[in-house]
């Protein structure tokens, strides 16, 4: 069972698009819930992250909106450039362990 | 530079072979972590460990074992019992108390031949 529900699975995106990918969790004890950018043949590297209690966090052009009652949460992209193509994968976090999604792989064409 | 290395970067097994993968990290984290990747199917966890002498199975750990004799090190060895090894590899730690998220290795990438 997917703890961590992650679409769409691909995206493309004009240059200076908005890029958009969700994710949804059903277990309530999840407390923290990062994001992973992943080139090919690299590891992920960690983008940004959030705690529940807050509601948006941004960082330059990456926002990370939470919906606590919804159980939903999303990375939004602004002004998206051709160097941010790459996998995207959403996490949550419950005790020691993380469950990640599936991952989109996101393509911004110039 | 504190990090987690990975070798080898490229690794080839032939049928009935077992092979090791290196992880190693200086940044005095806690716990370690081995996942793999397949095309569509996200990060699987194949083991992990908290403390040093101690680790548990993830969800796929069938056909793999580790060791953690260090704090340091993590190796993940692929037994020939893994019927489809191809994939992935990617090591990660953490420290164990707080919210704190993952520090990936570059990955291995194993091919059977």
């Known amino acids: 069972q997917q703890q961590v529900k992650q679409s769409p699975q691909s995206l493309i995106v004009q240059k200076g698009g908005i890029s958009i990918i969700n994710c949804a969790y059903e277990?309530?004890?999840?407390?923290?819930f990062p994001w992973y950018q992943q080139f090919p043949g690299k590891g992920p590297a960690l983008l940004i992250a959030?705690?529940?209690?807050?509601s948006e966090k941004k960082e330059g052009r990456f926002t990370i909106s939470f919906n606590k009652s919804a159980k939903q949460f999303s990375l939004h992209i602004m002004d998206s450039q051709p160097g941010d193509s790459a996998t995207y994968f959403c996490?949550?976090?419950?005790?020691?362990?993380?469950?990640f999604g599936t991952g989109t792989s996101l393509t911004v064409i110039p | 530079d504190g990090g987690i290395t990975q070798s080898p970067k490229y690794l080839f097994r032939k049928e009935g072979q077992n092979v090791t993968l290196s992880c190693e990290q200086n940044?005095?984290?806690?716990?370690m972590y081995w996942y793999r990747q397949d095309p569509g199917q996200g990060l699987r966890l194949i083991y992990y460990?908290?403390?040093?002498?101690?680790?548990q199975k993830g969800d796929i750990a069938e056909g793999y074992s580790v060791s953690r004799e260090k704090k340091e090190s993590f190796p993940l060895t692929v037994t020939s019992a893994q019927k489809n090894p191809t994939a992935f590899y990617l090591c990660?730690?953490?420290?164990?108390?707080?919210?704190?998220?993952?520090?990936f290795g570059s990955g291995t990438r194993l091919t059977v031949v």
């Open positions: 990660a730690s953490r420290k164990n108390r707080g919210t704190y998220g993952y520090t």
């Open positions: 277990n309530t004890a999840f407390d923290y």
């Open positions: 959030i705690r529940p209690d807050v």
């Open positions: 996490a949550a976090l419950t005790g020691n362990q993380f469950y």
């Open positions: 940044l005095n984290h806690d716990a």
């Open positions: 460990s908290q403390i040093v002498n101690d680790f």
